[in-house]
Every structure is written in C-alpha cells, then in structure tokens.
C-alpha cells in the first residue's frame, strides 16, 4: 500500500508560478514512477508529467513542455511540479499517483499503469 499526499494548488494569475508536491508513505520502496496528471470540469483525467524513480526519466504532455517541470527528492519520497507561465487553461484538479507495477518502457503515460492515487489539489488560474 502506498499513500500519497498532494499539498501547493491555490489561486494564481495568468503568467504565474505555483508548486505542487507529492509525499508518498507505506510501501515506498516498490515506486518504480510517480506522475502527475489534472482534469478539468468536463474532461477527462489526463498526464501532466511523469518521473522515473530511478534514473530521473521525464516525460511532458505537449501542453506543458517548456513551462512545467517535475522534480523528486528520493530520500523525502516525494515528487514536486513546478509550475510556470501558467495559463487559464492550466486550472484543473491536479493529482499525483505512484505506478501499479510491471511497467512497460521507461516512463508510464497511460492512467492504467498508475495504481495509488492522491486526494487532488485544486489549481486555478485567472485570466
């Protein structure tokens, strides 16, 4: 079992910065990645970013290269994404999630390699 706490979104405007980070506790040992993703109202729970526990792999959804980045600290068990050059279109629940295991390639993408699940942060970001 693994537990994931989410702490950082708030309210920005747009061209703002926000810090997420992610703490994970329980059977810490077994995350071979950890990942961020958000929904917005009406849409479906998408990937952010994503890191390889091992090594630092990343990955970035096309709509955040260049402004967000993901970071971890392995020794606190936790994942952060930074958040710059926000945009209205940024604001979303925000969740991070460890993977279910038997990961295929380097980084997970996909939701169904996720298996642990934060509570969400809300992000919102003013025009």
């Known amino acids: 079992q693994v537990q994931l706490v989410e702490s950082g979104g708030g309210l920005v405007q747009a061209g703002g910065s926000l810090r997420l980070s992610c703490t994970a506790s329980g059977r810490t040992f077994s995350i071979a990645a950890m990942g961020w993703f958000r929904q917005a109202p009406g849409k479906e729970r998408d990937i952010v970013a994503a890191i390889r526990w091992s090594g630092g792999s990343t990955f970035y959804a096309d709509s955040v290269k260049g402004r967000f980045t993901i970071s971890k600290d392995n020794a606190k068990n936790t994942v952060y994404l930074q958040m710059n050059s926000l945009k209205p279109e940024d604001t979303a629940v925000y969740y991070c999630?460890?993977?279910?295991?038997?990961?295929?390639?380097?980084?997970?993408?996909?939701?169904?390699?996720?298996?642990?699940w934060g509570q969400g942060t809300q992000v919102t970001v003013s025009s």
């Open positions: 999630a460890t993977d279910r295991g038997n990961i295929i390639g380097i980084v997970p993408v996909n939701l169904y390699e996720y298996g642990y």
